[in-house]
């Protein structure tokens, strides 16, 4: 071939001629010089590094105080104390600590025997009441046909007594007849009035004449001890007041007195937080702001959620004994303000627990140097004003 030929040049170039000098060797690619390499990077570190300094110190700026952030925030639920409201000792337990219950559901009961035995006394009473008012009544009308009597005789009395009045006069009659007379008509006129008192009493007793048996006040009374009588006997079965957690159950035997705790049932359905932030971080903090928290039992899942309401007062002026700053030794401390947040709920979650501590990231809006450059954005930017205007228009409806 001719690559194989003496005097034959590389790549098909043609033999060189005779007395001709042949090509120089072509040299390797020279390596790239570490100090030049060196030298580049560093005036591009000494360009982007304040650049990227400049930058970040001016977003800082402008959005410096937006996002207020708390790590003194801990779930808070519903937790109900249970307590009965009749004393006795407990006879059975429904439910096993940490149990699930639903409203309504049965905790525990207390000994009813002694509310029964109360119930049938009350009901026996209530039906003795009714005796009594009925008997009343009878009375009532038989004193009333008494009176009736007693009046028709005062009035034949009377009338004898004149009779015999007339006759004295004219000494037809004896003085003895007529001091028998007037006797006569003095009794009957003391069984008119005796009469007369008596039904009085009587229809007081019956709290007047027309009045049903069912609207007398001894009939009411009666009928209330009654009612509470079956109201401890329904209280001796005590239930939950609300869903959620069995707590603290207490054991078969164990005494229970009116009106004291006994178990508790902590709500399982819309937990909420509670985040004390400190007030210098309200300044610009409103009820209904965004944000996002984080819990400590499960990392790496974030929670959203808006504030609900701000406390009015500092969590130290609840307490049983709220520092005096008119004390003489006084130091300034910065209070911490509850702040109620609403927990938006999303399928899949993990359940929340009272007590869980979180850290709670407060989203407050733009405010001062970037609120006023994106107010001015909007009205430099034609497209960002129509919205504007139909929001304004929009509220004004």
Do not use: C
């Amino acid at each position: 071939m001719l690559q194989n030929e003496p005097g034959a040049r590389p790549g098909g170039a043609p033999p060189l001629g005779p007395g001709a000098a042949p090509d120089p060797p072509t040299p390797a690619a020279a390596p790239a010089d570490p100090a030049a390499r060196r030298q580049r990077l560093r005036r591009l570190l000494l360009v982007l590094g304040p650049a990227l300094a400049v930058v970040v110190g001016l977003y800082v700026w402008l959005a410096g105080g937006r996002y207020v952030a708390t790590d003194n925030a801990y779930v808070k639920a519903e937790n109900v104390a249970v307590s009965a409201r009749v004393s006795g000792p407990i006879t059975a337990v429904a439910v096993a600590e940490n149990q699930p219950v639903a409203a309504g559901d049965v905790l525990f009961a207390i000994d009813a025997a002694p509310f029964r035995l109360a119930l049938d006394r009350a009901e026996a009473d209530l039906a003795r009441t009714v005796g009594e008012i009925g008997t009343l009544k009878a009375s009532y009308g038989q004193k009333e046909a008494e009176l009736k009597a007693a009046e028709s005789d005062a009035a034949y009395a009377r009338t004898q007594f004149e009779r015999q009045s007339g006759l004295a006069r004219d000494r037809f009659v004896s003085p003895e007849r007529l001091d028998q007379a007037r006797h006569d008509l003095d009794t009957a006129d003391q069984r008119v009035a005796a009469g007369r008192g008596e039904l009085a009493g009587i229809l007081a007793s019956l709290g007047g004449a027309s009045l049903p048996v069912e609207r007398h006040p001894r009939y009411l009374e009666a009928l209330a001890r009654r009612d509470q009588a079956a109201l401890d006997l329904a209280d001796a079965t005590v239930r939950a007041p609300i869903a959620g957690i069995a707590s603290q159950t207490p054991n078969p035997g164990q005494w229970v007195e009116k009106g004291a705790p006994v178990m508790a049932v902590v709500a399982s359905q819309r937990p909420w937080l509670e985040a004390n932030f400190k007030e210098t971080e309200l300044t610009e903090m409103r009820p209904g702001q965004p944000l996002t928290f984080t819990v400590d039992t499960y990392p790496g899942r974030t929670w959203h959620g808006t504030v609900e309401s701000i406390s009015p007062a500092a969590g130290a002026e609840f307490s049983l004994l709220p520092a005096e700053s008119a004390s003489g030794n006084w130091v300034k401390v910065v209070r911490r303000i509850p702040v109620r947040i609403h927990i938006d709920p999303r399928p899949g979650d993990p359940p929340l627990r009272a007590g869980m501590s979180t850290e709670v990231t407060v989203d407050t809006g733009p405010h001062g140097p970037l609120a006023g450059l994106k107010s001015l954005f909007a009205r430099l930017v034609p497209g960002e004003t129509a919205p504007a205007k139909a929001d304004a228009a929009a509220a004004g409806r």
